[in-house]
Each structure stands twice: as C-alpha cells, then as structure tokens.
T-cell receptor, first 110, second 119 residues
Framework: RKEVEQDPGPFNVPEGATVAFNCTYS??????FFWYRQDCRKEPKLLMS???SGNEDGRFTAQLNRASQYISLLIRDSKLSDSATYLC???????????FGSGTQLTVLP | GAVVSQHPSWVICKSGTSVKIECRSL??????MFWYRQFPKQSLMLMAT?????????EQGVEKDKFLINHASLTLSTLTVTSAHPEDSSFYIC???????????????FGPGTRLTVL
C-alpha cells in the first residue's frame, strides 16, 4: 500500500464547477498535512496546510479526518488558473520529511 | 516566504559524465535540505535529507555513492549525479527549511528544479 494515495484523476471540469479531491495516508503517526499544487514542469507550491478542525482559504477548503486517515480538498467556483496537479502531502511521523501522493490532475475548461 | 534557488535549471550531458546541481537558500539559513526526484507523470520521491555539517541520510533504494550530497554551509547544498546514465534523466528538486532570524520555518520551500537529460 502506498503511503499516500490520491484519486487518480484526471478531472476535467467546466469553469465555475465545484471539485473535490480525496487522499488517504497510511502512517497514523503523521502530524502535518498539506495540499500543494504543481504546474507543468514547475516545482510544487504550497496551497494550504490542513488542520483537524478544517480550514478554508477563499475558494479552497481542506478537511482532515485523523480517525479515517483521510484528507480532502474542495475547490469552489473553479477558475481556468486552477488547472494544475494537486498533491496531497504528509509528513513522516514527527520527522520533517514529506511524502507526496502521486497527484491528481485538474483541468478547468472554458 | 523564503526563496530557494537551484542551478542549473536544465542540463544535458553525455552518458558517463558527472553533473553537479546546486541548491541555495537566499534569505534564510537552511538547517535541513531535501533532495527529490520526479519522473514524468509521477510524484516527487524523496532521495535524501541533509543537515548542515553532517552526512546525508538516503532513502531506501537511493545509491549514496551515485548521488553525492554535500551540505557544507547553511545556505548551500549540492547534489552530484556521478557517472550519469539515461535512466537518471529526471526532474531534480531541492527544498529547504530552517531559520530566519528568530523564526523557525516548518514549511519546506522548494527550489525551481533542475531538469537533467542524459544522452
């Protein structure tokens, strides 16, 4: 089993749509959770950290369920500029090393 | 946020040669740097973790004699791919976290990556 598993995608959605990505992780000792976005041939950039209480940043909402070891990202009112690969990222227990999911590709269509 | 640079941004080399990639933290002290590799349509895979002044810790399956990592200062880490072969062609990305004045960054800051093509 992979340490971090994500929806394989790709997701092709029209502008304005709401899209949700899911992710599960295997290491119950993980303490930090993130969503990164990666544009083609670029480095990943932090989109948002994910907290147990859930957190929202504009059109983006992230949720964490520690009991189920499940993380989600919701994007509302999709924009063309949201087209990217979204990476679910978990730290390795208490260490600083990050484990990346394989990513879910999103294409927002005009 | 903090800035991490990488050099070169891309390199093409012949099989059997060695390639050095530099990773620099520009405005903070990187106590820890990480090196990743990403093959096409795959996610980032951690290769090694390096702490300033000590030997790097390599992930399982990564040959330490092939991928030499040096982290001699708080702002510079280098990855040398020795005797590169076509299967080493990949996108190599470094990241760093550390200290800036009184603050300790938990976030990792990524460099822009180096695209290596071995002919």
């Amino acid at each position: 089993r992979k340490e971090v598993e994500q929806d394989p995608g790709p997701f092709n959605v029209p502008e304005g749509a709401t899209v949700a990505f899911n992710c599960t992780y295997s290491n119950s000792a993980s303490q930090s959770f993130f969503w990164y976005r990666q544009d083609c041939r670029k480095e990943p950039k932090l989109l948002m950290s994910v907290y147990s209480s859930g957190n929202e940043d504009g059109r983006f909402t992230a949720q964490l369920n520690r009991a189920s070891q499940y993380i989600s990202l919701l994007i509302r009112d999709s924009k063309l500029s949201d087209s990217a690969t979204y990476l679910c990222v978990v730290n390795k227990g208490s260490a600083r090393q990050l484990t990346f999911g394989s990513g879910t590709q999103l294409t927002v269509l005009p | 946020g903090a800035v991490v640079s990488q050099h070169p941004s891309w390199v093409i080399c012949k099989s059997g040669t060695s390639v050095k990639i530099e990773c620099r933290s520009l405005d903070f002290q990187a106590t820890t740097m990480f090196w990743y590799r990403q093959f096409p349509k795959q996610s980032l895979m951690l290769m090694a973790t390096s702490n300033e002044g000590s030997k790097a810790t390599y992930e399982q399956g990564v040959e330490k004699d092939k991928f030499l990592i040096n982290h001699a200062s708080l702002t510079l880490s280098t990855l040398t791919v020795t005797s590169a072969h076509p299967e080493d062609s990949s996108f190599y990305i470094c990241s760093a976290n550390g200290l800036a004045g009184a603050w300790s960054y938990n976030e990792q800051f990524f460099g822009p990556g180096t695209r290596l093509t071995v002919l």
